[in-house]
Every structure is written in structure tokens, then in C-alpha cells.
């Protein structure tokens, strides 16, 4: 057993030791069946925080001749599955943390000098007879292991990226990185199976893959390991009753991201850090910083500000993924900002219809965080004034109503003004705050028609319907709410109901608000 070559099973072994502990060992399952055939070559690629490098020692533990994991994996689902003992502890696995090599050497020569000489230390011990040709050259070390033994070996690859991310703007380190990549995976008989992952997908040229051989699943791609990108929802229910926590809440936080048109996964760390503490609070400023998201959404390529102010009212925003080069410096449209957030977790990805939206209220948080500390400073005004509003609202101040959403049209008016879709975008963000009491409906069907906007409490607010108008009085809405009879859909919040009407007038250029309690 070495470090690299056949590690121990130490690091599965702590994670399944944890107080949270979610079995997705079946994910072995469809590595097995890849194992020794021509497509055996795997890069997966999720957000920070959502179990890559756990699912990257699990690998290792199950496959690495170098220990006994049959204890660890027996009461795990993998145990029940054809092939299970055939691959237990059978392979020879190279494991490398390429960030670790990065950040000791903090150069690519000399990263890939380092990782070629310890992995040749941990072969040259079990391998003691062999002659080899060239020890520096850690392909033709591995060719001299296969050619004279017949034995394979299983590559695993955990932060795959650290390049792309940490060096940026250095093509000449990146090139000579995937350079070493390629010629050591592509086309190698000694190779039972390559597993990689990171955050980025593999970096492209134009339209092609720079490691084409990989079969590559993504955030965008997720098939076949959707169920493994992050915490299902049975999963955090089941979490949720043992641990006796608010399951909406848990939802509310840090679902959302989207994988089919059936299932969307959670926040992995997020789940397991809120579980622990006992509270439901935004947990990636400790792995995300608030200014790395501010470099992005300042990029205000072709109308990006527009779109993250759609996000931010709650919209889906159309995205076109397939340009993106899949690093963090080429970017040519808006649409390759977009899909690097994607890719960084701060957006969904709705496959069927082609949308990005914004997941949850831990990434509404951290938007919100960022744009107070960007360029943004009349977003940044409205976003402030939110909580005024709502208390205002709340207080029936219609005057004061008007005068906030007022503010929040001069400051936020990045659309043409002129239609109550527009007007939508306004008091979306200018009840942002209200997310934090309320589950907000654009368009819910009830009583005889569709309410614009209806504010479903969380706790012990006011439910809300709101109305709007453009160009015409607000009293015309508060009518329409009573005529069409959308508190029908309310019956249960009949006795705390706010009625709120607001209008917009194109000649005057004003807004009014009308707010009834209902009756």
C-alpha cells in the first residue's frame, strides 16, 4: 500500500463515521459496468460543497488493493449489487488530488515533476523487479508495469480544474497540463478505468474537447449519476425526521437544483452544516466568497445586468451553454457568464426549456450579498428598501407603498417601461425582502381568473394578493381581485388578508397603491 498507489481506505472511513452519513455507494454500480471496456473513461463535474472529493474516496476505498473495505461497504447498498464482490479491493488505483500537487508546487513543471516521482516511489515498492527505462517519465513507467506484469491500473482524479481556476490567465501552464493529461489517459492499454472530477467540465477548443475520450457528466449533463449530484428529496426528509428539522425550511434553503424534469437535488454541505448547527442560515460564505460572484454579475456583457435583475425578481432567464469554453476567462457573451455560474452552483439549469434561475435562498442571499458590495448602487437601494416596503405593506401606509416602489422603478428600471410585465420585474425586486416570510406566486390560478402576485406566509404575516395595473387606477385592481374573487384560493388566511393594489400611470409617470384588508 502507498499514498497514491493502492491507498488505504482512511478517508471513506472518516466521512462514514460522521453523525451524516447519506449511502450513495450504488453509484459504484454504473462505474462497475465501465471498468475494462472501451468507454472507461469518466469526468464528473458538480459545484463546490456537493460531495465530489467524497464520492472520489469512496472510489478509491472500494476499489484499492491496498486495504480491506469489506467491513465499510457490507451494510451498504453497493453490497447488494451483481458485481460488488467481483471489484472489492481488486484493482490497482492511482489516486491523485491534483490540487495538492498545485499548492505545493505552484508551478506546473514542477507540479508535474513532483507527481510523477511519488507516484514512481509507490510503484517502485511493489514493483521491485522491473526493469524500467525511464523513471521520469511517468508514462513509460507505467507501460514497463503493464508490458511486464499485465497489470492495469484505475485512475482517481479529484480537482481536476485547480489549473483552470487558480491560473486563470496562464494558457501556456494549462496547455502543457492537458498535454500531460491526454497523453497519459488516451488510447493506454495499462488503463482499467479513469475517473475524474473537479468543478469545471473539460476545457474546449472551439467546439471540441481538449480530452475528448471522456465521457462527461455536469450539472448540465448530469445522466447518468443525476440521483448522486447532491441530496435527493426523500433523502433530506428522511434527514429532516431524524433530526427533527423543518423539512420546507430545508427545501426553501437549499433546494432547487434542477437535474430531470423529476427530480432536483440539494445543497449537499449546506444540508449537513444546517443539520448540525440546528439553524437554516447561508453557509457558502464559507467556502464562496461574496466577491467572487461580484466579478461575474459586474461582467455586463450584451444586457447581463438585465438578466441577473430578472433572476434576482424571480424569472428563468434563457441561456445558450454550448459556447462557453468551460474556463473562467473566455467569455464572449452573456451566456458564457451564465453557464459558468451554472457550473459554480449560484444558477439552476432547467435542460427542458434551456433556462438558468437562481436555486434557492442561500444563493439569493449570496447574490443579494454581492450586489451590495459591486457597482450596482441603485439595485443596491432597492434591495435596502425591501424591508421597509414590506413593513410598510404591512402597516397599510400606501403612500409610503407607492413612494418605495417608486424608487424601486427609477433604480431598477432596466426594461422599457411599458407594460405590467415590466412592472412585474419592479415589485418583485422591490419585495425581495419578502421571500424571507413569504413563498411569492406569480400568476396563481384562483377564484375566476389569475392573480398577479399572491404572498403565501411562512409564519404568522399576512397573506398577500397583489394586483397590477398599468396605466390604470389602482382602485380598478383592488375591484378586479374582488370581482374575479381570487381570495377564493386564500380561504385560509381569509381572517389575515391584505388586498394590494398598484398602478402605474404612463402620462403622470407615478405609481399609487391601494391596500384593503379583505372582508
Known amino acids: 500500500m502507498g499514498i497514491y498507489l493502492n491507498p488505504q481506505n482512511t478517508l471513506f472511513q472518516n466521512m462514514k463515521n460522521s453523525e451524516i452519513y447519506v449511502d450513495h455507494s450504488l453509484m459504484i454500480e454504473n462505474i462497475n459496468k465501465i471498468i475494462n471496456t472501451e ?20 472510489l478509491v476505498a472500494y476499489y484499492s488493493k491496498g486495504c480491506d473495505s469489506s467491513n465499510i461497504f457490507k451494510d451498504l447498498k453497493i453490497s447488494q449489487t451483481e458485481l460488488y464482490q467481483k471489484h472489492l479491493n481488486q484493482h490497482n488505483v492511482i489516486h491523485i488530488n491534483m490540487q ?33 527505462f525511464d523513471i521520469d517519465d511517468l508514462i513509460q513507467v507505467l507501460e514497463d508495469v503493464y508490458a511486464e506484469v499485465n497489470e492495469r491500473f484505475i485512475f482517481v482524479i479529484d480537482e ?35 475517473y475524474m472530477t473537479g468543478i469545471l467540465p473539460i476545457k474546449k477548443y472551439g467546439t471540441h474537447s481538449a480530452l475528448n475520450m471522456f465521457k462527461e457528466v455536469s450539472i448540465l449533463n448530469p445522466t447518468p449519476l443525476e440521483e448522486f449530484m447532491g441530496f435527493t428529496e426523500k433523502e433530506v426528509q ?15 434553503w437549499y433546494d432547487g437544483y434542477k437535474m430531470t424534469d423529476d427530480l432536483s ?63 473562467m476567462t473566455t467569455f464572449k457573451s452573456k451566456d458564457d457568464v451564465l453557464t459558468l455560474l451554472i457550473h459554480l452552483g449560484y444558477l439552476g439549469y432547467n435542460s427542458s426549456n434551456q433556462t438558468c434561475y437562481i436555486p434557492n435562498k442561500e444563493v439569493i442571499d449570496s447574490f443579494v450579498n454581492s450586489i451590495r458590495s459591486s457597482n450596482w448602487n441603485e439595485t443596491t437601494k432597492a434591495l435596502l428598501n425591501s424591508r421597509a416596503l414590506l413593513e410598510a405593506t404591512w402597516n397599510r401606509d400606501e403612500e409610503l407603498v407607492a413612494k418605495y416602489i417608486e424608487e424601486a422603478h427609477l433604480d431598477t428600471a432596466i426594461l422599457t417601461y411599458n407594460n405590467e410585465n415590466a412592472l412585474s420585474y419592479t415589485i418583485s425586486i422591490a419585495y425581495m425582502y419578502a421571500r424571507n416570510h413569504y413563498t411569492i406566486i406569480r400568476e396563481m390560478p384562483s377564484g375566476k381568473g389569475y ?33 374575479k374573487k381570487y381570495p377564493k384560493g386564500l380561504e385560509k388566511y381569509r381572517d389575515n388578508l391584505l388586498l394590494v393594489a398598484i398602478s402605474y400611470d404612463k402620462k403622470t409617470k407615478k405609481h399609487s397603491c391601494v391596500i384593503e384588508k379583505y372582508k
Request: with cysteine.
Open 160 to 194: 481536476w480544474d485547480c489549473i483552470f481556476r487558480e491560473y486563470k490567465n496562464n494558457k501556456e501552464a494549462q496547455s502543457q497540463y492537458l498535454d500531460f493529461l491526454r497523453n497519459l489517459l488516451k488510447d493506454k492499454p495499462y488503463i482499467s478505468l479513469c
Open 100 to 132: 495538492d500537487f498545485l499548492s505545493k508546487t505552484h508551478d506546473i513543471d514542477k507540479m508535474l515533476i513532483l507527481l510523477t516521482k511519488l507516484i514512481f516511489r509507490d510503484i517502485k515498492k511493489v514493483y521491485q523487479d522491473i526493469e524500467y
Open 265 to 327: 437535488v440539494y445543497n449537499h454541505r449546506s444540508v449537513v452544516y444546517a443539520l448540525m448547527d440546528r439553524k437554516y442560515e447561508n453557509y457558502w460564505s464559507a467556502t464562496e466568497t461574496y466577491e467572487a460572484l461580484r466579478v461575474y454579475i459586474d461582467m455586463n456583457y450584451d444586457g447581463l445586468k438585465d438578466d441577473i435583475v430578472k433572476l434576482l425578481a424571480g424569472e428563468h432567464v434563457a441561456v445558450q451553454t454550448t459556447s462557453f469554453q468551460n474556463d
Open 39 to 58: 468507454n472507461n473513461k469518466l469526468c464528473v463535474s458538480r459545484p463546490r460543497r456537493f460531495g465530489k472529493s467524497t464520492d472520489a474516496n469512496m
Open 451 to 483: 392573480a398577479d402576485m399572491v404572498f403565501i406566509p411562512k409564519d404568522d404575516k399576512p397573506a398577500m394578493i397583489v394586483e397590477l395595473k398599468w396605466d390604470h387606477e389602482a382602485e380598478t385592481a383592488i375591484d378586479q381581485i374582488r370581482e
Open 238 to 252: 428522511d434527514l429532516c425526521l431524524k433530526y427533527d428539522m423543518d423539512y420546507e425550511k430545508m427545501k426553501d
